[in-house]
Each structure stands twice: as C-alpha cells, then as structure tokens.
C-alpha cells in the first residue's frame, strides 16, 4: 500500500487539526491501520489505530478524548481529527497499514508494513 498523509501545520494550543491518510495500491480496506507520532529526539509512538471495517479503535491514553481516528474505505482513506491539542502534541504524524489481515488492531510501530512519508503538526504554546 502507499500511503499519504496531509492536514499537518501550525496551530495554537486548544485548537484543532484534521489529519488525512489516501491509500492506493493493495486492497486498503482489507487491513487495519494506525497512526503513529515522532517527535525530536523521542521514538515513534502509537497515536490510534482503526480496524479494516472502521468499528473498532485504539488510542493512547495521550489523546484518548481528544483524537479520534475514522476511515472511509469507499475513498481509501484514513482521517485522524485531533483536537484541544497542547504543544505536547507536537511531532510529526505517521500513517500506516497492518502487515496483514486479523482482528487485532496493533498499537506496536512493528506490526505495520506500510509507511506514509508523515506530516509536521507544530502546536504553539
């Protein structure tokens, strides 16, 4: 799968940012997928995961209440609403597809096969 992520920027702490992941190539909708999150310096770490058919999902404790993740598999797409984000939030956001079909919906930076070239969301204090 390849996979694009826009809707990163600059947005003052308490605002709101909206984060789209497009898929083209293997059938998308058939796996799961998941958004991660690197800041300088610090490992990548899980933000929210959605399985294939959008009913079930995962989040950090971090965002959990203000993130939420969705998918439109009609359009291929992965969106992940963020809001009262804190400069704490800051980093650069990651898209990505499961390495294979199941159940599980997986919070580990492994269980992921495909990579979106991420996008910049900076939060201001």
């Known amino acids: 799968v390849q996979l694009q992520a826009s809707g990163g920027g600059l947005v003052q702490a308490g605002g709101s940012l909206r984060l789209a992941c497009a898929a083209s190539g293997r059938t998308f909708s058939a796996y799961n997928a998941g958004w991660f999150r690197q800041a300088p310096g610090k490992e990548r770490e899980f933000v929210a995961a959605i399985d294939r058919s959008g009913g079930r999902a995962d989040y950090a404790d971090s965002v959990k209440g203000r993130f939420t993740v969705s998918r439109d598999n009609a359009k291929n797409t992965v969106t992940l609403q963020m809001n009262s984000l804190t400069p704490e939030d800051t980093a650069v956001y990651y898209c990505?597809?499961?390495?294979?079909?199941?159940?599980?919906?997986?919070?580990?930076?492994?269980?992921?096969?495909?990579w979106g070239q991420g996008t910049l969301v900076t939060v201001l204090q």
């Open positions: 990505a597809a499961d390495r294979a079909i199941g159940l599980i919906v997986h919070n580990s930076p492994a269980a992921y096969r495909d």
